[in-house]
């Protein structure tokens, strides 16, 4: 069993800065793909980014594309979310996922996604 516990959210005004830490229990859990999901009250999760095992690969969604940075200490067995120029509608809890099966490109999907950490609140005031 892994356990995801993911650090760092707080409140921050617009155009300010944070960066989320999401640390994995488990010595397997350094070979898994990761993402960043977040859910704003009254709606879906929705993807952040992900990065691939080897941190080679990395996605991100449209919205987020050039303001944050996903990457990975294997050794520490931690992900990283660096978020930068952050707007109100970043606001949302944000979850760390972990893919357990994944051995390529990470995906988008949060059906892939076989554990969760319990997410960390963002919000970012005007």
């Known amino acids: 069993q892994v356990q995801l516990v993911e650090s760092g959210g707080g409140l921050v005004e617009a155009g300010g800065s944070l960066r989320l830490s999401c640390t994995a229990s488990?010595?397997?859990?350094?070979?898994?793909?990761m993402g960043w999901f977040r859910q704003a009250p009254g709606k879906e999760r929705e993807f952040v980014a992900a990065i691939s095992r080897s941190g080679f690969i990395t996605y991100y969604a449209d919205s987020v594309k050039g303001r944050f940075t996903i990457s990975r200490d294997n050794a520490k067995i931690t992900v990283y979310l660096q978020m930068n120029s952050l707007k109100p509608e970043d606001t949302a809890v944000y979850y760390c996922?972990?893919?357990?099966?994944?051995?390529?490109?990470?995906?988008?999907?949060?059906?892939?996604?076989?554990?969760w950490g319990r997410g960390t609140q963002v919000t970012v005031s005007s």
């Open positions: 996922a972990a893919d357990r099966d994944n051995i390529g490109a990470p995906t988008t999907s949060t059906k892939a996604y076989d554990y």
């Open positions: 488990g010595r397997a859990s350094s070979g898994y793909a």
